[in-house]
């Protein structure tokens, strides 16, 4: 009996040090939500592939980054020396060869914030003939993203890089939000045409567009509703501003479920957390780790909860501590 060739491959480029985060510990094990940030991508990768169709792209703190890696039950590729993303993929199919899938999905390690769902409208327009898809977004300040040059048919054309772009290319305000599935043959001959003319000097992933349009694939492009799918983290201040969107999907999924917040714009947490139907958060409170908060319980005002259990119908005082550890 043959065996089915699995459909997608993952690649995750975490190689990057993060410089403006101005930390030892490398960018993409920053806590997000008492997570690492580049375990909330690991997530988004395990819900469209299995584990060992999983690979990850590791550089700067190979040491801490490949422990998550491995106890996620992943593996890792080297990029050394870091000449771009271009570069960095090449090196993850290098680490997938005993894996024959089909098509490669590319997530980005600083991207946290996307949704399972939006990774699957990449790979419908796959399965409807394209030879490569990608996210993009329409902003009012492209700022330093990538413009998006679309053909006459309404394909993708090209991507360029703000860096390289004239003045009537800068005026797009359609951008690139850096995550891709490809058709893994198509994405194998493209990669092997990539040059380092550019600005940087790196081998960029986007010049993969234009190779494979110049070979008459389609390329398509899936426009984000919500652009914050595709905030990247560079910054202490992006990751605060990356925190409070995760936040505020969790607690917009506890009000739906019957969960009273008084006050959602200070209450906190943490998405391992439990908390049943009937159950109030006062203004103030922090749910971090795994709480258990019964149905009907009700947490005082500026209280933090950390790993603890609070039963059905109690009651927490206000500006309690409790820990269950």
């Not at 409807?128 to 998006?148: C, D, I, W």
């Not at 960029?204 to 398509?220: E, I, K, N, P, Q």
């Not at 019957?258 to 908390?275: K, L, M, N």
Request: one cysteine or more; proline letters at 4%.
């Amino acid at each position: 009996m043959s065996v089915a060739v699995p459909r997608w491959a993952v690649a995750i480029l975490a190689a990057g040090k993060g410089t403006r985060m101005r930390s030892e510990r490398p960018k993409v094990l920053h806590e997000l939500a008492g997570r690492p940030m580049l375990d909330h991508v690991i997530d988004l990768a395990l819900a469209v592939a299995r584990p060992h169709d999983v690979v990850v792209v590791v550089g700067h703190g190979v040491a801490e980054v490949t422990e998550l890696v491995r106890d996620r039950g992943l593996s890792e590729v080297v990029q050394e020396p870091q000449l771009g993303t271009g570069d960095a993929l090449r090196i993850a199919l290098r680490g997938l060869d005993a894996r024959p899938t089909e098509c490669v999905v590319v997530l980005s390690g600083d991207v946290p914030l996307l949704r399972a769902a939006t990774v699957r409208r990449l790979l419908d327009e796959l399965d409807a003939g394209a030879a490569a898809a990608l996210l993009t977004a329409e902003l009012a300040e492209p700022a330093a993203y990538g413009r998006v040059v679309r053909g006459a048919d309404g394909s993708v054309a090209e991507i360029v890089e703000a860096g390289d772009a004239a003045a009537d290319l800068l005026a797009i305000r359609e951008v690139n939000a850096g995550t891709y599935v490809f058709n893994r043959s198509a994405l194998v001959d493209a990669l092997g045409t990539l040059g380092q003319n550019n600005v940087q000097g790196e081998y960029y992933l986007t010049d993969v567009v234009a190779s494979l349009t110049s070979r008459g694939l389609r390329v398509s492009a899936v426009r984000l509703a919500d652009p914050t799918e595709m905030q990247g983290v560079n910054s202490r201040a992006d990751l605060a501003a990356a925190e409070r969107v995760l936040n505020r999907r969790i607690l917009d999924t506890l009000m739906a479920s019957g969960v009273t917040i008084r006050d959602p714009g200070t209450t906190w947490v943490d998405p391992r957390a439990e908390v049943g139907p009937d159950a109030v958060l006062e203004p103030g409170v922090v749910l971090r780790g795994s709480c258990r908060i019964g149905a009907g319980a009700r947490i005082g005002a500026n209280s933090v909860l950390d790993h603890a259990a609070v039963g059905a119908g109690e009651v927490v005082r206000p500006l309690t501590f409790l820990t269950g550890e």
